[in-house]
């Protein structure tokens, strides 16, 4: 049996019919860039993440270092970032000249583990930067208090985790702004590059649409030195439709999460994803650890299962921050040397887990 990784054709047959509606109606528009469908997409998006305002913007790591932009964060600044998460998230903080500090994760989530943050935290601190790694969010009620004891900024890379609630709040809204991404493979996927900012500040939400659109707001007035950095009108009549079914789809991803553990939980050489209690994952990712990793990979392959590494380089080992950061991180370093992502979408069959749980298994227990 096949199984691949993810399998976004068979996603979009499910859907096929409305896709070509929106691209249908994008095109009888004559209209391409930040018009009624970006509008549209914008208020049905904030709504979903409870926020007040969305700005949808080229993609993730623009939606991250506009956010920052926003907040004046700059040369001199730094930023707190997990060590353990995919590079944009400090690549934002470094394209605004200031520095990523990492923070190491809890080994249970993997995501930044609050009571560490604390120490991390300088005279030049202005921002925290939360990754929701894998769909499950961070653990914010902490970090939301160590941030106003010290006056510091919440933006969430909220990339991973579109529906993930914590605590009942939406993903996106627990601090003072987010940034988001529509990479085709997230949870929310578009089919190219996306992402979107979300806020509650009306203040921030303007600089951001400002800066997206080369510092303007009224055509060929420029406030400020500003980007090109659009989510366009077709993206987001895409994204209006899979937003319709992005519910159903997370559910199915806890179908499956849920499978895996259920036929996973006995062994004892595998770790498995844990969540913090109030988190409620929408499952990006279903990852586990083994200190076989490769061997299981490599078996894995053979049997016709697809899986990835999520991440196989931390961000401070790099090259391109090896004169930045010559030290140690030692639980994103072993992380990176354990994990393991199994096949995980909402269109895997009942029979498709079943085949890679037990392969998994029979790897583990021959091992």
Same mark, same amino acid.
């Given at each position: ?19 070509? %509606? ?24 904030? !709504?979903?993440?409870?926020? =007040? ?80 790694? +894998? ?44 940034? !988001?991404?529509? +990479?085709?493979? =997230? ?17 921030? %939400? ?15 007035? *420029? ?18 439709? =899979? ?36 988190? /409620? ?17 490599? *078996?894995? %392959? =053979?049997?016709?299962?697809? !899986? ?16 930045? +950061? ?27 887990? /079943? ?10 227990? *021959?091992?």
């Amino acid at each position: 049996m096949q199984v691949p990784f993810l399998d976004l054709n068979k996603q979009n047959q499910q859907i096929r019919k409305e896709l070509d %509606a929106a691209y249908k109606r994008v095109m009888d528009s004559g209209w391409f860039v930040t018009g009624s469908e970006l509008e549209a997409f914008e208020q049905e998006f904030a !709504t979903f993440s409870n926020v =007040k305002f969305c700005i949808g913007v080229g993609n993730g790591l623009d939606a991250l270092q506009l956010l920052l932009r926003a907040y004046e964060v700059g040369p001199n600044d730094e930023v707190i970032v997990p060590s353990n998460t995919f590079i944009a998230t400090w690549l934002a903080v470094s394209q605004t000249g200031a520095k990523p500090v990492p923070v190491e994760p809890d080994t249970t989530t993997h995501n930044i583990d609050p009571s560490l943050i604390e120490s991390a935290i300088t005279s030049r601190t202005r921002a925290i930067m939360p990754v929701h790694l +894998y769909g499950q969010p961070a653990d914010m009620d902490p970090i939301n208090k160590i941030a106003e004891k010290y006056g510091l900024i919440i933006i969430e890379d909220a990339a991973q985790a579109q529906g993930a609630m914590y605590k009942g709040q939406p993903a996106g809204s627990l601090g003072h702004a987010a940034g !988001t991404s529509f +990479y085709p493979g =997230k949870n929310l996927g578009a089919y190219g590059d996306g992402g979107a900012v979300l806020t509650n500040d009306a203040i921030v %939400a303007e600089k951001v649409r400002k800066l997206r659109n080369y510092g303007s707001k009224i055509k060929y007035q *420029h406030d400020i030195a500003g980007f090109n950095c659009r989510l366009d009108e077709m993206q987001a009549a895409f994204l209006r439709v =899979k937003l319709a079914v992005l519910g159903q789809w997370n559910n199915r991803r806890k179908v499956v999460a849920n499978r895996y553990t259920e036929i996973l939980v006995d062994q004892t050489k595998i770790v498995l994803p844990r969540l913090k209690d109030g988190c /409620d994952s929408v499952w990006h990712l279903y990852v586990i650890r083994t200190k076989q990793r490769d061997a299981l990979k490599e *078996h894995l %392959a =053979k049997l016709g299962i697809d !899986t990835v590494i999520h991440y196989p380089i931390p961000p401070h080992l790099q090259a391109c921050y090896q004169e930045q +950061y010559t030290g140690s991180l030692p639980i994103a370093e072993q992380l990176a040397s354990e994990v393991l992502s199994l096949p995980m979408s909402p269109m895997l069959s009942d029979k498709e887990v /079943d085949y890679v749980a037990s392969s998994v298994r029979e790897f583990i227990e *021959h091992s």
